[in-house]
Nanobody, 124 residues
Framework: QVQLVESGGGLVQAGGSLRLSCAASGRTFSRYAMAWFRQAPGKDREFVSGISWSDGRTYYTDSVKGRFTISRDNAKHTVYLQMNSLKPEDTAVYYC?????????????????WGQGTQVTVSS
């Protein structure tokens, strides 16, 4: 079992930055692919970014490339999402997810564990 707890969301003006954190329980955290998804009101949950456990390779959806950076600290059982140059369209609830396979998927059904979400609101 893995429990995920997100933090770091909040209200920020356009152009600002936030860093989300996802703290994970479980001794096998280092062997999980980790990802961030987001869900805006009335929209489906979408993949934002992911990081594999085997080689640390990172993946991003096109709309956040160059602005967001995902990283992980296996010793602290934590994954981060640094979000810069935020835009109003980044407003959503952001979820952390864990997948016990080595690769990163953009499909929600591939992930076995989810956090409760943290709200990010970007004002114009």
């Amino acid at each position: 079992q893995v429990q995920l707890v997100e933090s770091g969301g909040g209200l920020v003006q356009a152009g600002g930055s936030l860093r989300l954190s996802c703290a994970a329980s479980g001794r096998t955290f280092s062997r999980y692919a980790m990802a961030w998804f987001r869900q805006a009101p009335g929209k489906d949950r979408e993949f934002v970014s992911g990081i594999s456990w085997s080689d640390g390779r990172t993946y991003y959806t096109d709309s956040v490339k160059g602005r967001f950076t995902i990283s992980r600290d296996n010793a602290k059982h934590t994954v981060y999402l640094q979000m810069n140059s935020l835009k109003p369209e980044d407003t959503a609830v952001y979820y952390c997810a864990a997948d016990p396979s080595s690769g990163v998927s953009s499909w929600t059904y591939e992930y076995d564990y989810w956090g409760q979400g943290t709200q990010v609101t970007v004002s114009s």
